[in-house]
């Protein structure tokens, strides 16, 4: 009768290792700051550093030694610029100039491209591909490309537009109180009007379309379902829009700087704030000024952006 052997138990010298919970963790984050890595030293060096510099240079001015006649050095001053930035009137009247006037042409803008992408969202699925490639074709081209087709169209002397008006007996210009504003309207329109289209129309397709038959069960018209249904459900997308269109208008600087060339007497040097940032750097060589004014116009585009976004929000939502 054999006698049965229990196996013997084999011995292993090197036990299994388990990573623990909490080094798994330590190495997927230090695999994920590699990864931010270029894109933290990007933001670092092209928005903190030359903004600590700015900030820097804010607090200095430009004085001249002696009694006027020796060579100007740089003086810490602290916040005098900034003091003198509250009692500038030529600066704060460029701000509210903007301000309005971006109100103006930013409703504008939204309107017809809200009313683009309602009217797109009826068609065909082709035929939307089609428009919303020949909307976006103003938003690819570079901004300075588009304000010099304008400026030609604009020009006293070679616009098409004004030689046509000439020989049909009637004389007028783009340029000299409102027309200034109409114009220069007329062209940021023309540049954002199919990008703010373009995710309007997104926002409407990415709607259920449960909604519309149940609208339409219920006996509402196109109209009422577009007014009712449609624009209700994208308030996210319009306020979005709006506010990156406030802080555009804010920094608005390379299209009035061109239309100056061709009417000096209608956009001056601070018609906006940049322009006023800009002469005051490059032409009067005050650059500790313009710093100062550059930070207080991105503090006040920064205030003037959240308080625009949770208004509108409270009153959409």
């Known amino acids: 009768m054999s006698t049965l052997t229990r196996p013997e138990k084999v011995a292993t010298d090197s036990p299994v290792r388990r990573t623990s919970p909490r080094r798994t963790g330590r190495r997927g984050a230090y695999k994920g700051l590699l990864f931010t890595l270029p894109f933290l030293i990007g933001f670092l060096v092209t928005y903190v550093l030359p903004i600590v510099y700015a900030f820097s240079e804010s607090l200095h001015e430009k004085k001249s030694s002696g009694i006027g006649f020796g060579p100007a050095k740089v003086v810490f001053t602290g916040f005098a610029n900034f003091s003198a930035i509250l009692a500038d009137g030529t600066f704060w009247a460029g701000m509210l100039r903007t301000l309005l006037f971006g109100a103006a042409q930013i409703t504008v803008m939204l309107g017809i491209s809200l009313l683009l992408a309602l009217l797109l969202d009826g068609v065909a699925a082709r035929a939307v591909r089609f428009f919303r490639a020949g909307l976006l074709v103003p938003y690819v081209v570079p901004g300075v490309v588009s304000t010099l087709i304008w400026l030609f169209l604009y020009s006293p002397t070679a616009s098409p537009i ?114 006023e940032i800009f002469d005051r750097a490059f032409k009067t060589g005050d650059y500790q000024y313009a710093a100062a004014e550059s930070l207080v116009l991105a503090a006040v585009t920064g205030v003037l952006a959240l308080v625009f976004y949770r208004v509108t929000n409270r009153k959409m939502s």
């Open 162 to 275: 004004l030689d046509l008006a000439d020989r049909a007996g009637t004389h007028f210009s783009f340029f000299g109180g409102l027309n200034t504003y109409l114009s220069l309207g007329n062209l940021l329109t023309w540049q954002g009007l199919g990008f703010n289209m373009i995710l309007i129309s997104a926002s409407l397709q990415a709607l259920p379309r449960e909604l519309y038959e149940a609208a339409r069960l219920d006996g509402a018209k196109e109209w009422r379902i577009a007014w009712s249904v449609k624009v209700p459900n994208i308030t996210g997308i319009l306020v979005l829009t709006g506010m990156f269109s406030l802080i555009g208008r804010l920094q608005l600087f390379a299209e009035p700087l061109f239309l100056r060339y061709v009417a000096p007497e209608s956009i001056s040097t601070d018609f906006t704030p940049m322009l």
